[in-house]
């Protein structure tokens, strides 16, 4: 599959099948997440692995009870758990350097992509889980205090293939020169 097949493709998936997830197919993922640019080269990123049923339920536990990626991290054979070095990405002897302080969620997402990415490339399936208790999440994780927790990503073979959600045209998202300035 090449990247603009994988970019085109891939989509949230929130059901799967009871197929276990390979060793050798997780730290593939975890490799396309390695390679992911970062500020300056920190790569802040740390990841938790987790295939304890009682840790992912754990979790669960910490999910908005709303939250459509419930039952995705109930059942997926495999959670990742995107977390963060802080006070790495965006600092320069220990000084933030741009007005945007931290710059961990953005190294992060990054590498969530490249996982994402890599994962649809496999046949597997993933949806980026947020909205949560992040601090209860952290504690579930035992996470020490100078690294942050960012967002779940169960991954697992779909039992579903979801439908694309329309995109807005780039026409209503490209400007040039100028915000406003249309293409023309």
């Known amino acids: ?21 390979s060793e050798e197919d997780v730290r593939s993922i975890l490799e396309a997440a390695r390679w992911a640019p970062s500020w300056a080269n920190t790569q802040c990123w740390r990841f938790v692995v987790v295939r304890d049923p009682q840790v ?53 997402g990054l590498a969530v992509q490249n996982m994402v990415l890599a994962a649809h490339s496999l046949g597997l399936g993933t949806v980026i889980i947020g909205l949560m208790d992040a601090k209860g999440a952290a504690k579930v994780l035992m996470l020490p205090d100078n690294i942050a927790f960012v967002a779940l990503m169960p991954l697992g073979h779909p039992d579903h293939r979801p439908i694309a959600p329309p995109r807005k045209e780039l026409s209503d998202l490209v400007y040039y020169d100028r915000y406003g300035n249309p293409a023309r």
């Open 56 to 108: 992912r339920e754990a979790l669960a536990g910490t999910l908005t009870p709303t939250n459509r990626g419930m039952d995705a991290l109930r059942k997926a054979p495999v959670a990742i758990a995107v977390c963060a070095e802080l006070g790495r990405a965006g600092f320069k002897q220990g000084q933030a350097t741009t007005d945007k302080g931290d710059w961990f969620m953005f190294d992060c």
């Open 1 to 21: 599959m090449d990247l603009e097949q994988a970019v085109l493709e891939r989509r949230s998936v929130r059901r799967f099948n009871s197929d276990p997830v």
